[in-house]
């Protein structure tokens, strides 16, 4: 059993950035990913970030890269997700999640994910 906990949300200003931590208690077999969805009231779930275990590399949504980068600490079995040039539009709830997506083309997807955080709200004023 794998527990995601989510921390630093927040509001900021545009411009701004943010850090967001994921602690996972237990830690996933074999090929698993981590990463981050978002979602903003009236909108679809869209993935933000992840990376692959075993250095398959990270992978970002168009949305997002250039901006936010996805690290982990192996030590502290802590994902985190660093936001920069935060924008407006970034505004949403931003969950952790861990799983075994099927393959690289299924690491954005959502349905590939069992573990999921609570969340986390991110507010990024005009």
């Known amino acids: 059993q794998v527990q995601l906990v989510e921390s630093g949300g927040g509001s900021v200003q545009a411009g701004g950035s943010l850090r967001l931590s994921c602690a996972a208690s237990?830690?996933?077999?074999?090929?698993?990913?981590m990463g981050w969805f978002r979602q903003a009231p009236g909108q679809e779930r869209e993935f933000v970030a992840a990376?692959?275990?075993?250095?398959?590399?990270?992978f970002y949504g168009d949305s997002v890269k250039g901006r936010f980068t996805i690290s982990f600490d192996n030590a502290k079995n802590t994902v985190y997700l660093q936001m920069n040039s935060l924008k407006p539009e970034d505004t949403a709830v931003y969950s952790c999640?861990?799983?075994?997506?099927?393959?690289?083309?299924?690491?954005?997807?959502?349905?590939?994910?069992?573990?999921w955080g609570q969340g986390t709200q991110v507010t990024v004023a005009s």
């Open positions: 999640v861990a799983g075994w997506p099927a393959g690289l083309t299924r690491v954005t997807t959502s349905s590939e994910y069992m573990y």
């Open positions: 237990g830690r996933p077999f074999g090929e698993y990913a």
């Open positions: 990376f692959r275990w075993r250095g398959s590399g990270t």
